[in-house]
């Protein structure tokens, strides 16, 4: 087991550092949706695209209601999709890497490992991972809010089964 002198991350620096990671999440996620609606949908262009966060909503916009809406619909629901797997290709691929660490926990200066110090299994890390972002999106995570400052080890809900902990690295970039 990890020795007394572990400096496990706090809650504060997790929440920082995940804020970055989903920036980035939902930039990559964001990108790669625009390019799939204007492949879906001939009639969605760039104006017509841009046409949606205009600020005078008296001038007509270039798609008919009906073709907007559906462009709209796809758009949106499919980014949650989306978001979803392209956070957990993100995750995993960070995670399990080399640096055990996403860009958001270089960033802070904190890794992930077991609670041996060592760096976690690939099957060890999805399955943590698929926990993270399901509860997530259930927001049963905001319970780790409460886990994370009152264990010992700083673990949340999705760390637990899988003996998993975030410890400092001191490398803060």
Same mark, same amino acid.
Request: aromatic share 16%.
């Given at each position: 087991?990890?020795?007394?002198?572990?400096?496990?991350?706090?809650?504060?620096?997790?929440? !920082?550092?995940?804020?970055?990671?989903?920036?980035?999440? !939902?930039? +990559?996620?964001? !990108?790669? +949706?625009?390019?799939?609606? !204007?492949?879906?949908?001939?009639?969605?262009?760039? &104006?017509?695209?841009?046409?949606?966060?205009?600020?005078?909503?008296?001038? &007509?916009?270039?798609?008919?209601?009906?073709?907007?809406?559906? *462009?709209?619909?796809?758009?949106?629901?499919?980014?949650?999709?989306?978001?979803?797997?392209?956070?957990?290709?993100?995750?995993?691929?960070?995670?399990?890497?080399?640096?055990?660490?996403?860009?958001?926990?270089?960033?802070?200066?904190?890794?992930?490992?077991?609670?041996? *110090?060592?760096?976690?299994?690939?099957?060890?890390?999805?399955?943590?991972?698929?926990?993270?972002?399901?509860?997530?999106?259930?927001?049963?995570?905001?319970?780790?809010?409460?886990?994370? &400052?009152?264990?010992?080890?700083?673990?949340?809900?999705?760390?637990? &089964?899988? *003996?998993?902990?975030?410890?400092?690295? *001191?490398?803060?970039?």
């Amino acid at each position: 087991m990890f020795a007394p002198k572990a400096n496990y991350a706090h809650l504060a620096t997790r929440i !920082f550092a995940n804020v970055v990671d989903n920036i980035l999440i !939902f930039l +990559m996620t964001f !990108f790669v +949706m625009v390019i799939l609606t !204007f492949s879906f949908f001939d009639n969605f262009t760039l &104006p017509s695209f841009l046409g949606l966060f205009q600020v005078d909503l008296t001038s &007509p916009l270039p798609l008919s209601d009906h073709e907007m809406d559906k *462009g709209l619909v796809f758009f949106v629901i499919y980014m949650v999709i989306a978001y979803a797997f392209v956070s957990l290709i993100y995750f995993q691929i960070m995670l399990a890497g080399k640096r055990q660490a996403t860009y958001g926990m270089q960033l802070f200066g904190i890794k992930l490992t077991d609670q041996d *110090g060592e760096k976690l299994s690939f099957d060890r890390v999805f399955g943590r991972n698929v926990l993270f972002i399901l509860f997530k999106y259930i927001y049963v995570g905001l319970a780790s809010a409460i886990t994370i &400052p009152h264990l010992k080890r700083h673990q949340g809900l999705h760390d637990l &089964p899988f *003996g998993a902990v975030i410890v400092e690295t *001191g490398e803060k970039k």
